[in-house]
């Protein structure tokens, strides 16, 4: 079963950048889709991100396209979300969680019901 374990958040000002860290684990060859959501006080958690293990064809929500990249450093079994130009409303609890992705099958899955493996969060605050 494949464990996920989210660092790196914190608190910015708006307009800075913060990186969040995955740690994936407990898969050998099978491939995972790995997203990245966010859920604020009140409101529904929301996919931003997604990306396969070991993969590059990162596919982004519009409300963060162009802000957030996804990297990976696949020796490390990390996948990274680089956030730029941090706005207050992306303050919220950032997840990574994980399914496992069909053979080919790019990872265009931001639901959250879609993804049974999650890792425990970290804080994101952006004051203006």
């Known amino acids: 079963q494949v464990q996920l374990v989210e660092s790196g958040g914190g608190s910015v000002q708006a307009g800075g950048s913060l990186r969040l860290s995955c740690a994936v684990s407990?898969?050998?060859?099978?491939?995972?889709?790995v997203g990245w959501f966010r859920q604020a006080p009140g409101k529904e958690r929301e996919g931003v991100a997604a990306?396969?293990?070991?993969?590059?064809?990162?596919y982004y929500a519009d409300s963060v396209k162009g802000r957030f990249t996804i990297s990976q450093d696949i020796a490390k079994n990390t996948l990274y979300l680089e956030m730029n130009n941090l706005k207050p409303e992306d303050t919220a609890m950032y997840y990574c969680?994980?399914?496992?992705?069909?053979?080919?099958?790019?990872?265009?899955?931001?639901?959250?019901?879609?993804?049974?493996?999650w890792g425990q969060g970290t804080q994101v605050t952006v004051s203006s």
């Open positions: 407990g898969y050998t060859t099978v491939s995972y889709c």
């Open positions: 990306d396969y293990t070991g993969g590059g064809s990162a």
């Open positions: 969680a994980a399914y496992r992705r069909r053979v080919s099958a790019p990872c265009r899955r931001l639901d959250a019901p879609g993804y049974p493996y």
